[in-house]
C-alpha cells in the first residue's frame, strides 16, 4: 500500500511538471 502511495504521488508530480512545462496551469 505504502509503495502503491508513493508510486502514485511520483505519477501526479510527473503529471503536474508536464501540465506546466505545456503551459496549463496558471501559475
Known sequence: MFI???KHDL???LKLIK???EG???Y
Do not use: A, T
Open 4 to 6: 502503491l502511495n508513493k
Open 11 to 13: 505519477d501526479f508530480k
Open 19 to 21: 501540465e506546466y512545462k
Open 24 to 26: 496549463n496551469i496558471g
